[in-house]
């Protein structure tokens, strides 16, 4: 996760994902986001219009008033 | 053809997984089998709970009416026949012949009428026997039907006891004898008194809407020789109307189109306490129609409500199914366990075993 | 047509009232018909005895918010309408939160509105017009647009009228003895669209005679150029799907029917193609621009089959084309457009075989922009031009040599040319000047302040010359696009508005991915500027953009510079020539004439070189 370190808090994934429904298109975007090893995630907005679903999915990485990794900046160079 | 309709006593009784499982058994009897719904089932969750629904699978050669925002839903590959000229909320219904096995599904039609145009369609193919899956809460259809399938379990009420009465006078409802004398066949379109002196008296409505309508009716039926009421009967309101005429009733014919119109508002109990009340006065109590039941199917499933979402949970299945098996006359059956091949004959147009 | 007045009973069977049904009731009262609203809260027996007691009630709008019991609830009143003898004379309609068709399906309604929907669409519903759920309504509330009706082609400025006379005489006496292996294709294409299959060996092998050797081998031996793949059948299979599909689409527009919003697709696959064609239809596009790759206008002749390549832009082929015909929602316009290659005049026969919309052609941007030869080009651009005639096929006459640095008054100067000549012959030209930022006024500073002036001095410029259709585009706000997307979609929404201010008939909007060189649009591009656009528009509403005096001023200086190179051409005497000495856009200004298919006309009858 060197290179999320230096993420200043989270990071958005936007897409467009082809599903039934708004409901099978959260549980995609959880599930891939999870295989990426993002552990604290959350699907910022879905809309389901056409033959799928906009979805805008967030990982945070640094909540404000948790550690930042980036505070260790300059330890690996970084990364 | 043996039009066959799958009705639940709640939602997630089971009636899909009923019709699957006798689904399976005209394919295995290589019957000319037709499948269509007046709900929307077939794809794998419930649109209001969330909770997993059965898929619809059927092999090739069946026949489906469905509609067109179905197509291209499932896994199967068909061919249309026809485009049946109905339509209902996912748009044009079509006539389908499953080609290759698959996952399809289903929403047909929604009214009696487009039922009955639609089966009509499902007999000039050669269709023998043809299933039709309902929709929780909605039996108006299934007037068009010769026989109905009964889904019922945990999903109702997870307590047996209630479970027993509720099968016990949906019994009664469907052992309720077929009008046959002259003056009970007289009909109409709304509730209608067949009065001694030979006049008619007829209301607005055709079904027992309110409190207030009961009210009008009780106070003619002294004059009545026969109660005619063609639409929805209400437990509730029946029990109010025995209340009112109570030993009034002697004597006197009550007549209602099909015993589904004294299922809509689901409170069997108080139906069937009011059907035993006016036969017990020395009243008749007569359908226009009769649409035999031919099973129940049990389920002992049900969605446990938590916190704003829904979790299976299960009842003991085997005391409910002796339990039921007591009170009723018609073959109980859990589609799941059972080792038992059922099967809808459509020459006898009963439930056999192989 | 007037729609039939009908009569709809609006149940909040809710215990509180929603806004949405009064909105609904507003709307259905506006166009006529009548409504009854009743209180909320009402047991489901009271409303089947107020269907009982109403006169005709045609439908019954019922809105609630759905629960577990809830559905249960509706699907009982369902039952209670239709055991009470009253199913078959009411449509039942219903709408709330989390209400989707499906559901609307099971609970037995016949149609189901969720949230989002717009009064529109249940009024279009109503009145059995077109519709999908979530959207479209009003898009479909006349049908397909034609983008010329009601323009007269009057010229405003007679001396304009008059030198472009002469400039389209000279063309017409120029091109009537020459042909080109262009012309000779689109003569053979449409002989054997209509003759059929069995005339196909005839036809190749005198088509094959006019092709490039890329195009000859892969009839012949099946051999397809580089990175280019016949589309496989499960792939083709994948799409039987979206047949005929009416998915939930997102409200078109408030109020305001034009301008009608153009999207450009060609993602170099078909397959891919339909998939960002149903996004964009979804979202609101109410057009399409078939994109087609620039190789392929090098190239003498058109490929067969369904093909896929690794290129920008998808290739131009009979089969290609009627795969995406065929999955087009019915009130799209599609344009197809053949204005800058070797196959212009095939193109157009393509186009008008297979039902489109619109085309595209312009002989002197196609010369200086796009790499033609202007002879060449201007033979197979009176050709394309009487094809498009033939077939009632409007086409826009695009200036995008702006975009080289040809100044707008010299790039409009070639554009009413071919209008005029359009007009000649019979067609239907659409003026489609660019809203853009352009090497031009980044010289001269016509954008320095504001983005505004000058794209509107370009529109009322062109209106004071011809009463004649305007299409922006394409896409505007050229040179205003960077690759952040929220940037990308600001420019273009407020490009779209101002356009929409100024009264013109379409635009042609980019993706948020203009700017991105780097790769193929991504939907998620195309969902953004949609999306952005229509926000827009619902921002503005009837409001417009007020351009200042500067627009005005420039619209004449604009006039008087069209006049002045209309009237060097028509000296000239030759529009040809004029293209090649830099008259319509020269070196000075950075355009170049073309050399793709030089020394290839022939002449007519003998089959000659000229």
New interface residues.
Partial sequence: MQYAERILDAIDMETFILARDEGEAKGFMGRFLADLGFTDHDIVFLEQVGPGVRVRARAYIHRPGGSYGWLAEGDDNGG | MFKVGFAGTAKNTGKTTAVMYFLRQANIRKERVGLTGIGYDGEGFDHLTGLPKPRVICQGGCIIATAKGCLGRGTATYRILRDLSLYNALGQLYLLEIVSPGEIVIAGPNTRRDLQCTLDAFRQVGCELVLVDGAFGRLGPFAEVDGLILATGAARTPDIDSLVQDTRALEQIFALPVANKPKEIQGGNTITLFLEDGGVKKFKSASLLSRALVTKIARSVASAAVVFIPGAVPGELLWQLYRKVGKGFAGKTMVFSDPTKLLLSGNYKKTGIALEGFIGKGGRVVVKKRIPLLALVINPFYPLSTNNSFRKAFINYDILKQALAEVSGVPVINVKETRQNYYLDASRREVRVD | MVAEKKKILLVPLDPVHDMGLKLIRKALDDKGHSTVLLPPGMEP??V??RI??EVEIDFVLVSRT???RV??????F???V????L??RVTLVVGGMAV?????????????FGPGTTPGEVVAFIEDRPFAY??RAEASEGGKRDLTHGFSYVYRKKEIQKRLAAIAGDIMGWAANKTSPGVERARLRFQALNKGEKYREEFLEEYLDYCDELVVLSYKRKQLPDQTRFLAQDELHFL???????????AARSGIRKPDVFIQYGTGCPLMDI?HI??????GADGLVHFDPSGGARTEGLLEGYLAHGEDGTLLTWENLRLIKNFLAPNTLWQVRAHRGLNTPETVVLAGELGADLTKINMAYASLGAGMDPARITIDGVEAIRWAAHYDLPFDVVTNEELSGVPAHKAFAGMLIIAHLALQLGGRPILQPLFCRSPEVMIYGQMRDNYIDYNAAKILALQQIIDAPLWPGAPIGFLTHTEDRVQSSLTTALHASLARSLGVEAISIASSDEAYAGGPI???SR?DTLRATHEAFRFFGRAGIQPTPRAREWSKELIAGISKVLKDVANSGSFVQSLYRGLLGGPEDGAYPGRVGRDTLLRKEKGKDV
């Fill in positions: 027996y009271e089947v005895e009982l007691d759905l629960g577990y559905g249960e609830l509706l699907a009982r369902v039952d209670l239709e055991v009470s003898g199913r078959d989707r068709p499906e559901l609307a399906a099971e609970m037995g309604f016949d149609a189901g979530g959207g039987k799907q979206y047949q005929n599909w009416e998915g939930r689409s997102k998939m149903k996004v964009c239809e979804a979202w991504a939907a998620a969902v």
